[in-house]
């Protein structure tokens, strides 16, 4: 009897601690359906901001990339239809870029949808390579491909800034200098 | 009588020559600028893949001497960061995202015939699981740029589906 009593707090303890470290371990959700249907959903990306979901939507074995509010999971529209299947798409930080892989003919073939200004930037990647891979930076300064050339894989980075405008987060207030402030 | 041809005046003849040009060039599209010291170095590399950028930090998978391992690189200083306690010979990483901070990397890798989620503190040198809820098999995860929340590619029953966490 005594045995048991004083193995008690012990358990207790045991049992706090194993529901505390369950707390720190992350609470998971499915990311909000797009309707009727289903299919699978692969490939995601979120915006830097955290408020749009790019994820690619697989169906009768055709990819197509779609792009989602944060949270609540309603559809933005994105000029990029055609030309699939769709794979890797990346997001600025504002969600202004997509970066997404399409296919031209026998080629894949790496591009980026400007959301703003309602354009598709087609890009021009070293010849006879094929990118298998895309990561856009969160600024939209950068782009990572993964290239498969002469059968071997190499990552390789690019600079965008003379072919797109920054997408920088929303400017942080400055701190003092207010009526009466040095 | 034959009336001759009158031809263009040169300065129409340059225009529609331009004209061509250009449309050419943007049917072939934009030519990104290569970061060339960044790409030799990765290129000293036996192969290098799934590439994983945010703000100055590169994460990758990289084989040298036929064993993968994970290198997180400094873009701005071309200068590659040491990850204690990360890259371990009995594990095969699968997919991998950094924050924008270059702290934390969340990493799908397979270890004793499991494949698990797993996030990586660099400051901390500290790994810890990620328990996928209902049970799934994980292939591809994206952290937000704060670290704060993942999106996790997951096989269930046949159907891959996206989960969100969020992480303390």
């Known amino acids: 009897m005594a045995a048991r009593s004083a193995s008690l707090p012990g358990l207790t303890a045991l049992l706090l601690a194993l529901l505390l470290s369950g707390c720190g371990l992350g609470l998971g959700r499915r990311a ?20 749009l979901l790019a994820s690619v939507l697989e169906r009768e074995g055709q990819g197509r990339v779609i792009l989602q509010q944060q949270p609540g999971g309603g559809l933005r529209p994105l000029r990029l239809r055609r030309r699939q299947p ?8 504002n969600g202004r870029y997509l970066a997404v892989l399409v296919q031209e003919g026998p080629q894949r073939r790496a591009v980026i949808e400007d959301r703003l200004r309602g354009r598709v930037v087609r890009l021009q990647l070293p010849p006879g390579s094929q990118p298998e ?14 290239l498969l050339r002469n059968g071997r894989r190499r990552v390789e980075v690019f600079d ?3 072919l797109l405008e920054r997408d920088l987060p929303p400017a942080r207030a400055v701190l003092g200098g207010g009526a009466g402030q040095p | 009588m034959t009336r001759l041809a009158k031809a263009p005046p040169p300065h129409l003849a340059l225009l529609a020559v331009a004209a061509v040009v250009a449309g050419i060039a943007g049917c072939a599209g934009e030519r990104p600028r290569p970061l060339v010291a960044l790409n030799g170095q990765l290129a000293g590399e036996e192969s290098s893949r799934e590439p994983a950028l945010a703000g100055r930090w590169l994460a990758l998978i990289s084989t040298r001497e036929g064993r993968d391992r994970v290198q997180l690189v400094d873009v701005e200083r071309n200068a590659q960061l040491p990850l204690p306690g990360l890259n371990r010979p009995d594990a ?23 494949t698990e989620l797993v996030l990586y503190q660099r400051s901390q040198g500290s790994l810890r699981l990620l328990p996928i809820n209902p049970a799934g098999v994980p292939r591809r ?8 929340q993942l999106a996790v590619e997951v096989s269930r029953a ?6 969100l966490l969020d992480l303390p």
């Open chain 1, 32 to 51: 909000p359906g797009v309707g009727l249907g289903g299919g699978n959903r692969l490939d995601p990306a979120l915006s830097g901001d955290g408020r």
């Open chain 1, 86 to 93: 769709h794979s890797s798409p990346s997001l600025s930080w």
């Open chain 1, 133 to 146: 891979r895309l990561s856009l930076s969160s600024d939209g300064s950068r782009l990572a491909v993964q």
């Open chain 1, 160 to 162: 965008l800034s003379g």
């Open chain 2, 92 to 114: 095969q990483v699968l997919n991998l995202s950094v924050d924008a901070a270059g702290e934390r990397l969340a990493l799908v890798r397979q270890l004793d015939g499991r």
């Open chain 2, 141 to 148: 995860v994206q952290l937000r740029a704060d670290g704060r």
């Open chain 2, 158 to 163: 046949g159907l891959w589906q996206i989960d």
